[in-house]
């Protein structure tokens, strides 16, 4: 018998049950959780849908949805005689701000990005309920940070657009090759040599190692802050951070793990404990180990994004044409068309060896034997299988190009603090810190497969048009390509428009990567005039 499919049926039941007296007038979206185990015994396709399930379920309090005492970084509430319950139970700013998954990740297809109006107020979670009552001056409580200080809709969180999920897999599977590369750079290089670090044609500076055993990440670039620490002579990690317009996430996991506590106030045994009751609703184990895994892996296998090219020739050659020029003017610099997954990096395992276990956003389960909610057996997928969502990416010998049109790098986007683009906080640094005060300019490059249908545009989804988000959004390390954009005329400006126009997130189910704007398949040529 497949445990799977008996999983997924009594969801299915459950709420038609009517004789079953412990499910009359529960009002709950997920009858049937997965016990840590189950996940190791059921195929694929039925794990990823039950994730999808818990993805897109509309959590309520019959199921621990909320967290009366807790704040959306885990940690106990600030003053904990106002918890967190009707009606200070839900918080735009501060969390919990939202029902499901799918209520902000739904652009244009569940899993996705989303307008504006689903931004997230990025640290905001670190306060009680950010209620600007001027009154309320306990730090973090209401209005007043780590310092005392008041703060205002401009200092006290950065305000992010959610982003879509589409080929996070592969994504993630780069970072753990690029990792692995830096790292195996970084333990063969002897005290009183420097090396220089790089993984599929991208460059990540200098690090040196001292004479006396100490390392030096100063030259390293492109990483986080939290890869690069040295302090007390740690040997600096070079962990590539995939996620998070900053760079501040590992994983897939490591942010569900995160985003289920802060945005819904659903805990998870791996983050929180067995049979732990941390937020103080009455419930525990609210998402099993095994959840956990499920809806990890129904994102990081939704499908990943294409190209759409429309049969009218003016705007092929367009396209074309503007393809050209994006690499002419220097945008392919960082924005690299695409990066190789070799060694069958396409073979995705969960839960990924890099998962942080210590500080901000911790612990979060590892690969190893079955002693929940601390380390499990991986599960292994095949992101290239045709069982999973299409369009899907294919080897050919022997390796996958992912085109995301990206360097996975951390590149400093504006001309200083006063920039417009700049965030009053650092996330990358402890909060509270003079370091974290002081802001941050830097920001992973954009992935742009799935561009198009995704805005708007910039980390802040500030920009209606792609041609603001090149023209106001480039600024810093991106001063040089966005000058020789705007030295193009107006017709070529236009050109590389439409060549970005057409990475777009495909429908589920699209059967190749390329597609004319009837959803019939294009070939591959240099003017895509090939359809089948």
């Known amino acids: 018998m497949n445990?799977?499919?008996?999983?997924?049926?009594?969801?299915?039941?459950?709420?038609?049950?009517?004789?079953?007296?412990?499910?009359?007038?529960?009002?709950v979206s997920v009858p049937q959780h997965l016990k840590d185990g189950e996940e190791l015994q059921m195929r694929i396709p039925d794990l990823v849908s039950f994730g999808r399930q818990l993805f897109k379920a509309r959590w309520t309090v019959q199921e621990g949805q909320g967290r009366p005492t807790s704040k959306g970084t885990g940690s106990p509430l600030s003053d904990p005689s106002s918890p967190l319950s009707f009606p200070r139970s839900f918080n735009r700013l501060s969390g919990p701000d939202a029902n499901s998954c799918s209520g902000c990740h739904n652009l244009p297809f569940d899993g996705g990005g989303s307008d504006r109006i689903t931004n997230v107020f990025v640290l905001g979670q670190r306060f009680d309920f950010l209620d600007f009552d001027r009154a309320n001056v306990t730090p973090t409580r209401g209005i007043a940070d780590e310092r005392g200080t008041i703060t205002t809709m401009a200092t006290a969180?950065?305000?992010?657009?959610?982003?879509?999920?589409?080929?996070?897999?592969?994504?993630?599977?780069?970072?753990?090759?690029?990792?692995?590369?830096?790292?195996?750079?970084?333990?063969?290089?002897p005290a009183g040599q420097s090396v220089g670090l790089s993984s599929k044609g991208v460059f990540f500076g200098t690090l040196i190692h001292n004479a006396d055993g100490s390392w030096d990440a100063s030259r390293v670039t492109g990483l986080a802050a939290p890869s690069l620490t040295t302090a007390g002579g740690a040997v600096p990690s070079l962990v590539l951070r995939p996620f998070h317009q900053a760079g501040n996430i590992v994983s897939v996991r490591q942010f569900?793990?995160?985003?289920?506590?802060?945005?819904?106030?659903?805990?998870?045994?791996?983050?929180?404990?067995?049979?732990?009751?941390?937020?103080?609703?009455?419930?525990?184990?609210?998402?099993?180990?095994?959840?956990?895994?499920?809806?990890?892996?129904?994102?990081?296998?939704?499908?990943?994004?294409?190209?759409?090219?429309?049969?009218?020739?003016?705007?092929?050659?367009?396209?074309?044409?503007?393809?050209q020029l994006f690499s002419?003017?220097?945008?392919?610099?960082?924005?690299?068309?695409?990066?190789?997954?070799?060694?069958?990096?396409?073979?995705?395992?969960?839960?990924?060896?890099?998962?942080?276990?210590?500080?901000?956003?911790?612990?979060?389960?590892?690969?190893?034997?079955?002693?929940?909610?601390?380390?499990?057996?991986?599960?292994?997928?095949?992101?290239?299988?045709?069982?999973?969502?299409?369009?899907?990416?294919?080897?050919?010998?022997?390796?996958?190009?992912?085109?995301?049109?990206?360097?996975?790098?951390?590149?400093?986007?504006?001309?200083?603090?006063?920039d417009p683009n700049a965030e009053p906080l650092d996330q990358n640094q402890p909060a509270g810190s003079p370091g974290f005060?002081?802001?941050?300019?830097?920001?992973?490059?954009?992935?742009?497969?799935?561009?198009?249908?995704?805005?708007?545009?910039?980390?802040?989804?500030?920009?209606?048009?792609?041609?603001?988000?090149?023209?106001?959004?480039?600024?810093?390390?991106?001063?040089?390509?966005?000058?020789?954009?705007?030295?193009?005329?107006?017709?070529?400006?236009?050109?590389?428009?439409?060549?970005?126009?057409?990475?777009?997130?495909?429908?589920?189910?699209?059967?190749?990567?390329?597609?004319?704007?009837l959803g019939r398949c294009v070939g591959a040529g240099p003017r895509y005039d090939s359809e089948q």
């Not at 995704?454 to 500030?462: E, I, K, L, R």
């Not at 040089?480 to 030295?487: E, I, K, P, V």
């Open 3 to 27: 445990t799977g499919k008996v999983i997924l049926l009594l969801a299915a039941v459950l709420p038609l049950a009517a004789q079953s007296n412990n499910t009359i007038g529960r009002e």
């Open 437 to 517: 005060f002081a802001g941050n300019m830097k920001f992973i490059t954009r992935k742009l497969w799935g561009l198009a249908n995704s805005g708007p545009f910039g980390h802040a989804g500030s920009f209606t048009t792609m041609r603001e988000a090149i023209t106001l959004g480039h600024h810093g390390e991106g001063n040089t390509s966005r000058l020789a954009y705007q030295a193009l005329t107006p017709f070529q400006q236009d050109e590389v428009i439409e060549f970005l126009k057409s990475l777009q997130v495909l429908p589920p189910g699209t059967p190749c990567l390329v597609v004319n704007e």
């Open 157 to 189: 969180f950065n305000d992010r657009k959610t982003i879509g999920m589409n080929g996070s897999g592969f994504i993630e599977m780069l970072a753990r090759q690029m990792t692995a590369d830096l790292e195996k750079l970084r333990d063969a290089t």
């Open 256 to 323: 569900t793990n995160t985003a289920f506590n802060q945005h819904h106030g659903i805990q998870s045994e791996e983050r929180f404990g067995l049979g732990v009751d941390a937020d103080g609703d009455g419930m525990v184990n609210e998402l099993t180990t095994a959840d956990v895994t499920a809806v990890t892996l129904y994102q990081v296998t939704l499908n990943v994004p294409g190209q759409v090219i429309p049969r009218d020739p003016e705007i092929r050659a367009a396209i074309s044409a503007g393809q």
């Open 328 to 418: 002419q003017i220097g945008c392919a610099a960082c924005h690299m068309p695409a990066l190789p997954l070799t060694n069958n990096g396409w073979m995705y395992t969960e839960p990924s060896p890099y998962n942080p276990t210590t500080g901000p956003n911790t612990p979060n389960l590892l690969p190893g034997p079955a002693k929940y909610p601390t380390t499990a057996p991986p599960v292994t997928v095949d992101l290239t299988s045709d069982t999973l969502p299409r369009p899907r990416l294919k080897a050919a010998n022997g390796v996958v190009m992912v085109p995301a049109y990206t360097d996975l790098k951390l590149h400093t986007m504006c001309d200083g603090p006063t």
